[in-house]
């Protein structure tokens, strides 16, 4: 099985920029050259762990 590795920082940031002009998950792996599953998976620890706010990725 293989082991899941998070982004790094760069490309949390990259990714979320990416995400803000509209590109869809597998476009933004293509992009920071990783698996749409860890995009994804990035994405919505993301979003779970928005407290008392908006999540810049849903604006």
Known sequence: MNKYHQ???TERYH???L???GLSISAIAK????????ISR???VMLTSVVGGQCSLTN
Request: no cysteine.
């Open 15 to 17: 990714s979320y920029g």
């Open 19 to 21: 995400k803000r002009t």
């Open 31 to 38: 992009e920071i050259t990783r698996h749409k599953f860890t």
């Open 7 to 9: 982004l790094t920082e």
């Open 42 to 44: 990035e994405f919505n």
